[in-house]
């Protein structure tokens, strides 16, 4: 039986190859329709560009899983902060290396 984080590493590569198709990258439609239908309660969609910019770290327009994977941390680190900060827990480390561009309606995670 696979653990817990192990079920999400899968899940996470079945949702990526399910935008990626054969191609096993994303272009700026795919990657519009990742967010549009993953993080549906976006604000700021108007920054999708912006973020497909800045996740397209060899400027080939287009996202490889690697750059995928960077970006998705950068939501994951973002959302702990959020979340320690409104439990009152101190992060271990003083840096803010997360990606602010998406905002939730609710205001409590940054995309």
Do not use: C, W
């Amino acid at each position: 039986m696979n653990s817990q984080l192990q079920q999400l590493i899968e899940q996470y590569i079945d949702l990526y190859h399910r935008y990626s198709g054969n191609s096993d990258s994303l272009d700026k439609q795919a990657f519009k329709k990742m967010l549009d239908e993953q993080f549906p309660d976006t604000d700021e969609k108007q920054k999708r560009d912006q973020l497909f910019q800045e996740a397209d770290i060899n400027k080939d327009g287009k996202l490889s899983f690697a750059e995928v994977g960077r970006l998705v941390a950068k939501f994951v680190a973002e959302t702990h902060e959020n979340s320690a900060s409104k439990k009152g827990v101190p992060l271990a480390t003083g840096k803010n290396s997360s990606s602010k561009s998406f905002r939730r309606r609710q205001g409590s995670v940054a995309y």
